[in-house]
Structure formats: structure tokens, C-alpha cells
Nanobody, 111 residues
């Protein structure tokens, strides 16, 4: 059974960086990050498959990088050049919207 635990959120000034981590149990294939920003529905951020193919949502392309350490069963989301619009709760996910979710980690970007 897959379980996901996120960490690494916090408060950062605009232009700063954060790295989120998601430790998982069980066996997974593609892994995803989603976020829920104030007043919006949960939205896709990035995904990665074991062979390395990565996909990003347009708002984060060029600023966020998803990576994965299979030996540590950990997925990372490096977030650079953060802006206030990136404020929200970030969720690790396996299996898409009807799949498994972590508890979320809060990211707050101050202007």
C-alpha cells in the first residue's frame, strides 16, 4: 500500500527557493506534485516517471524541477524564483486525482 509524507514547506520571500520532499512507501511508477492555491481548485504542478521523463504545468516551467531518488523512495520538488502566486498547499500524489495523497505542506511566499 502506498503512503506519502511531504515536508519542506515554509515561508519565503518572493524570488526565493524551497525544496519539497515526499517520502513514499510501497512501489510506485509515476509520481506527481499538485497544489491548491487560495480560491482555486487543486491543480497539477509536475510529474516524473522512473526513467526520468518530467512534465510541468505552464506556470512553473523553468522555475520548478521535479526529481526522484529511487533508493530513498523520495520525490523532490525544487522551487526557484517563487512568487506570491505560488502560495498554497502542495501535495504529493500517486495515481492522479483518484489516487493516493499526502497530507500536504504549506508554502507561503511573501511579496
Amino acid at each position: 500500500q502506498v503512503q506519502l509524507v511531504e515536508s519542506g514547506g515554509g515561508l519565503v520571500q518572493a524570488g526565493g527557493s524551497l525544496r519539497l520532499s515526499c517520502v513514499y512507501t510501497g512501489t510506485t511508477f509515476s509520481m506527481n506534485w499538485y497544489r491548491q492555491t487560495p480560491g482555486k481548485q487543486r491543480e497539477f504542478v509536475a510529474s516524473i516517471v522512473p526513467v526520468g521523463t518530467r512534465t510541468y504545468a505552464d506556470p512553473v516551467k523553468g522555475r520548478f524541477t521535479i526529481s526522484r531518488d529511487l533508493s530513498k523512495k523520495t520525490v523532490y520538488l525544487q522551487m526557484d524564483n517563487l512568487g506570491p502566486g505560488d502560495t498554497g498547499v502542495y501535495y504529493c500524489n500517486y495515481g492522479g486525482l483518484s489516487g493516493v495523497w499526502g497530507q500536504g505542506t504549506q508554502v507561503t511566499v511573501s511579496s
